[in-house]
């Protein structure tokens, strides 16, 4: 199992943590509580795999496609409506929101190749995450990539447990499909604003993968636009 960048101070914060406790135990506890040192040592060992497990960095097989927008995030889809985006756009969009739960892998991946037109951090509220304004109030941090089919903006959303948000994508910089845009720390959500009209692929309630499931296809986007275009020169 490969274990991200992100996780190597936490890891090392916790098994030093994992040491000090069993130690105090064992040396204090063992010959008159056996039983309680041998509990503290299950607990803490069983918390001590999970922050390795959460920074895990699986290896994939990533879905690569020029007209389709990957999730960014493993997780769940628990949003899609259409919006009206205030921060980019000024216009209206299709919102598909992933929620993140604490066993989820937290490495966030580019969706679309592209270029970042726009990368800003939000300083906001610790909402829980399903809270229906987390991608507007929360901590939050926005990406917008512009390829040459479409333009979607990529949030990275804060959530009540999840206060460190990590994200590696500057303006100008060109961006490739599958490779890594950020990461979040300790549960949370990721927003896509796709622009009015793209076909989705996923469904409320589907869980999706990270670099492999297809959110949405921009085939039929670009023709829509094309025959609006020639329906207002004739």
Do not use: C
């Amino acid at each position: 199992m490969n274990i991200h960048k992100e996780g190597y101070k936490s890891i090392a914060l916790s098994a030093l943590v994992f040491g000090a406790i069993n130690i105090i135990f064992f040396y204090f506890f063992s010959a008159s509580l056996p039983e309680i040192s041998w509990i503290v040592f299950g607990v803490s060992l069983l918390m001590f795999l999970f922050i390795i497990s959460f920074f895990r960095s699986p290896k994939r097989n990533f879905t690569l496609a020029h007209h389709q927008v990957i999730s960014p995030a493993d997780g769940r889809v628990v949003v899609i409506e259409e919006i009206t985006d205030t921060e980019y756009f000024q216009d209206k969009r299709i919102q598909i929101s992933i929620f993140m739960s604490p066993a989820n892998v937290h490495l966030n991946r580019i969706p679309m190749t592209g270029k970042v037109e726009y990368s800003q951090y939000h300083k906001g509220k610790y909402l829980v995450a399903w809270h229906p304004k987390s991608s507007t109030e929360n901590e939050r941090h926005s990406v917008v990539i512009k390829s040459d089919s479409a333009v979607i903006l990529v949030k990275q959303i804060a959530g009540a447990v999840a206060k460190r948000i990590v994200n590696y994508l500057k303006v100008g910089q060109t961006v490739i499909q599958g490779a890594e845009m950020g990461f979040i720390k300790f549960g949370s959500r990721v927003d896509v604003l796709l622009p009015a009209g793209t076909e989705l692929n996923v469904k409320l309630n589907q869980v999706v993968k990270g670099g492999i499931t297809v959110l949405a296809t921009i085939e039929t986007l670009v023709s829509v636009e094309e025959n609006q275009a020639i329906a207002e020169v004739v």
